[in-house]
């Protein structure tokens, strides 16, 4: 099976798409050109629509040394996940969909 990432606005979700397959975990990590501040809220919606990550971040997961640590879901069905992540106090913010088949 095969996922792909698709993102848009101010910070890019990134996930490591190679061998995600229904039952296993997703591991995503974020970027943004511009300054962001800290906190953040993450919402993670599975294909149903119901909500599989709602959080609030103290820090951007970047994949840098350092930096904190993936934000970890386990991908419980095919089909497409929507992710919104966005400054809690800014407007900086970034839409993707994670699409599992």
Same mark, same amino acid.
């Given at each position: 099976? &095969?996922?792909? /990432? %698709?993102? $848009?606005?101010? /910070?890019e979700s990134i996930c490591k798409t190679g061998a995600l397959t229904a039952g296993s975990s997703a591991e995503l990590v974020f970027r943004s050109w511009d300054d962001? #501040?800290? @906190?953040?809220?993450? $919402? /993670?919606?599975?294909?149903?629509? $119901? ?7 103290? %820090?951007?997961? &970047? ?5 904190? @640590?993936? *934000? &970890?879901?386990?991908?419980? *069905? !095919?089909? &497409?996940?929507? *992710?919104? /992540?966005? %400054?809690?106090?800014?407007?900086? #913010?970034? %839409?993707?969909?994670?699409? !599992?088949?």
């Amino acid at each position: 099976m &095969t996922a792909t /990432i %698709e993102s $848009k606005g101010d /910070i890019e979700s990134i996930c490591k798409t190679g061998a995600l397959t229904a039952g296993s975990s997703a591991e995503l990590v974020f970027r943004s050109w511009d300054d962001v #501040s800290p @906190p953040f809220t993450l $919402k /993670i919606r599975d294909p149903s629509g $119901k909500m599989v990550v709602d959080r609030v971040l103290r %820090e951007l997961p &970047t994949g840098r040394p350092q930096s904190a @640590p993936p *934000i &970890t879901f386990t991908v419980s *069905i !095919v089909g &497409t996940y929507k *992710i919104l /992540i966005k %400054e809690l106090y800014g407007r900086a #913010s970034g %839409e993707a969909t994670l699409n !599992v088949t």
